[in-house]
Nanobody
Framework: QVQLVQSGGGVVQAGGSLRLSCAAS????????MGWFRQAPGKQRELVAS???????NYGDYVKGRFTISRDNAKNTVYLQMNSLKPEDTAVYHC????????????????WGQGTLVTVSS
């Protein structure tokens, strides 16, 4: 079984910064892609950023230049540094792991973290 445990988040004023972390644990030896999605009330879940094992990253247009995703493969942890936060960044942020090579159970499509609320006040 593979689990993602998120930390960080909270309340910040517009223009401020927050850092999210997500650590993967369980019986696996490789996670191809890790990233973050978010869902605001009444809206669909959207991609924030993703990063591959090799370090290739992808961002939603709405966070480019403000958010930075990074990954520590040795610790199986992904980070999201969020700067210049805006009220429209308020959402529940979910960690995501895609294409997980497990030990003994083959390839697992995806796993989601529990979600953490980020609130940006104006």
């Amino acid at each position: 079984q593979v689990q993602l445990v998120q930390s960080g988040g909270g309340v910040v004023q517009a223009g401020g910064s927050l850092r999210l972390s997500c650590a993967a644990s369980g019986s696996f030896f490789r996670i191809n892609t890790m990233g973050w999605f978010r869902q605001a009330p009444g809206k669909q879940r959207e991609l924030v950023a993703s990063i591959t094992t090799g370090g290739s990253s992808n961002y939603g247009d709405y966070v480019k230049g403000r958010f930075t995703i990074s990954r520590d493969n040795a610790k199986n942890t992904v980070y999201l540094q969020m700067n210049s936060l805006k009220p429209e960044d308020t959402a529940v942020y979910h960690c995501h792991a895609g294409a997980i090579w497990t030990t003994g159970s083959g390839l697992l499509d995806e796993v989601w973290g529990q979600g953490t609320l980020v609130t940006v006040s104006s």
